[in-house]
Nanobody
Framework: QEQLVESGGGLVQAGGSLRLSCAATGSIVSIYAMGWYRRAPGKQRELVAAITSGGSTNYVDSVKGRFTISRDNAKNTVYLQMNTLKPEDTAVYYC???????????????WGQGTQVTVSS
């Protein structure tokens, strides 16, 4: 079974909205942070937004004021509400989970399969 299940990608016109969802299965425990990375054509992967289990958030400058990350800790689910989408937001978006560090080292990383977001002009 997949450990991270992503959904919500699609095609939308500029100015529109999409909501991405990523649910971690029960096999992933002690989550420290969940977030979204993206890879656009011709560009390196970048962190779009992240949120810790305590609720602190971080956004790449290009999406501040337009995207909102949230999470439901009880469901081990993270959401990315994307508003006022721009063509430059077009990318494959990947869910990412980092678990809490343990006594033997840092936490583990988990990646979703990616979901395509395409914003047309």
């Amino acid at each position: 079974q997949e450990q991270l299940v992503e959904s919500g990608g699609g095609l939308v016109q500029a100015g529109g909205s999409l909501r991405l969802s990523c649910a971690a299965t029960g096999s992933i425990v002690s989550i420290y942070a969940m977030g979204w990375y993206r890879r656009a054509p011709g560009k390196q992967r970048e962190l779009v937004a992240a949120i810790t289990s305590g609720g602190s958030t971080n956004y790449v400058d290009s999406v501040k004021g337009r995207f909102t990350i949230s999470r439901d800790n009880a469901k081990n689910t993270v959401y990315l509400q994307m508003n006022t989408l721009k063509p430059e937001d077009t990318a494959v978006y990947y869910c990412h989970v980092r678990t809490e560090p343990g006594p033997r080292g840092p936490g583990d990383d988990y990646w979703g399969q990616g979901t395509q977001v395409t914003v047309s002009s």
